[in-house]
């Protein structure tokens, strides 16, 4: 099984860094991105136009990099999550989980018995097309695969406790739009609700061993979450990317164009 090297590199102490996928899905998108350095990817389908195909190819392509390929599902069911672990995901996203009981749904649908009751199809994608021994393919399954939890409400915050105490959670992730917009202060990034809920999803990973996660849109902003103690951080979105250096550029351009 291909290693999981967002676990790699938090077993190592250091903080993983990945990307989020939800327009370039092209065939030369996992190398682009292997090239400049990144642990993980996260290939959205709950925003995009995805389908389950490019995610298919998607996964495919980044079995030809060191990286971690994660889907934001578009709901957090079992015929989105099973599909995508088969295609070779090594972990799954899921938008707003509110309950302990919505989380483990989440991990019975991505996870083998005992710890859940993901459906067995080997000899596929995810096994490389070959059988390999049942017992120690789930057991490796299980610790190798990520569970990326989304608290983008103030019920998910409210919950915070007994969602992170979830067997299988691996990482409390702040949908900070999301959940600013939940609470009624949309984009207030710097309000001090905001900062409290911030503060509590850190309090419950450390309590219960696990990880948290958070995009920030700048520089500046990736440092304050660093210094709450984020310690899981996807770096911007592709088309965001695109479009913020080619305006610069073209910027850049204009400025030497004849007057």
Same mark, same amino acid.
């Given at each position: 099984?291909?290693?999981?090297?967002?676990?790699?590199?938090?077993?190592?102490?250091? /903080?993983?860094?990945?990307?989020?996928?939800?327009?370039?899905?092209?065939?030369?998108?996992?190398? /682009?991105?292997?090239? $400049?350095?990144?642990?993980?990817?996260?290939?959205?389908?709950?925003?995009?136009?995805?389908?389950?195909?490019?995610?298919?190819?998607?996964?495919?392509?980044?079995?030809?990099?060191?990286?971690?390929?994660?889907?934001?599902?578009?709901?957090?069911?079992?015929? %989105?999550?099973?599909?995508?672990?088969?295609?070779? $995901?090594?972990?799954?996203? #899921?938008?707003? #989980?509110?309950?302990?009981?919505?989380?483990?749904?989440?991990?019975?649908?991505?996870?083998?018995?005992?710890?859940?009751?993901?459906?067995?199809?080997?000899?596929?994608?995810?096994?490389? %097309?070959? #059988?390999?021994?049942?017992?120690?393919? %789930?057991?490796?399954?299980?610790?190798?695969?990520?569970?990326?939890? &989304?608290?983008?409400?103030?019920?998910?915050?409210?919950?915070?406790?007994?969602?992170?105490?979830?067997?299988?959670?691996?990482?409390?992730?702040?949908?900070?739009?999301?959940?600013?917009?939940?609470?009624?202060?949309?984009? &207030?990034?710097?309000?001090?609700?905001?900062?409290?809920?911030?503060?509590?999803?850190?309090?419950?990973?450390?309590?219960?061993?696990?990880? $948290?996660?958070? &995009?920030?849109?700048?520089?500046?902003?990736?440092?304050?979450?660093?210094?709450?103690? %984020?310690?899981?951080?996807?770096?911007?979105?592709?088309?965001?990317?695109?479009?913020?250096?080619?305006?610069?550029? #073209?910027?850049?351009?204009?400025?030497?164009?004849?007057?």
């Amino acid at each position: 099984m291909k290693p999981n090297r967002l676990k790699q590199v938090l077993a190592e102490g250091r /903080i993983p860094v990945g990307h989020m996928v939800w327009e370039f899905g092209t065939r030369g998108m996992a190398k /682009i991105l292997e090239s $400049a350095g990144l642990d993980f990817a996260i290939v959205d389908m709950e925003h995009s136009c995805i389908e389950m195909d490019r995610v298919a190819d998607l996964m495919a392509w980044f079995k030809a990099t060191p990286m971690a390929p994660f889907v934001r599902v578009p709901q957090g069911m079992y015929h %989105f999550i099973a599909r995508v672990m088969d295609a070779g $995901a090594l972990g799954v996203m #899921v938008a707003n #989980v509110e309950t302990p009981e919505q989380a483990r749904s989440v991990v019975e649908a991505m996870k083998y018995a005992p710890l859940g009751k993901r459906g067995v199809g080997l000899g596929t994608s995810h096994t490389d %097309f070959v #059988v390999p021994d049942p017992v120690t393919y %789930f057991e490796e399954s299980n610790r190798n695969t990520t569970f990326i939890c &989304q608290i983008e409400s103030p019920i998910g915050v409210a919950n915070l406790d007994s969602i992170a105490a979830t067997e299988g959670v691996d990482i409390l992730w702040v949908g900070h739009f999301d959940l600013s917009q939940a609470m009624g202060i949309p984009g &207030q990034f710097h309000h001090s609700r905001f900062l409290d809920a911030l503060k509590r999803v850190i309090e419950a990973a450390r309590a219960h061993g696990r990880y $948290a996660g958070i &995009q920030p849109g700048s520089l500046e902003q990736a440092e304050e979450w660093l210094e709450t103690g %984020f310690n899981v951080i996807s770096w911007s979105a592709d088309a965001a990317i695109y479009r913020k250096a080619l305006a610069s550029e #073209v910027a850049a351009l204009r400025e030497r164009l004849p007057k």
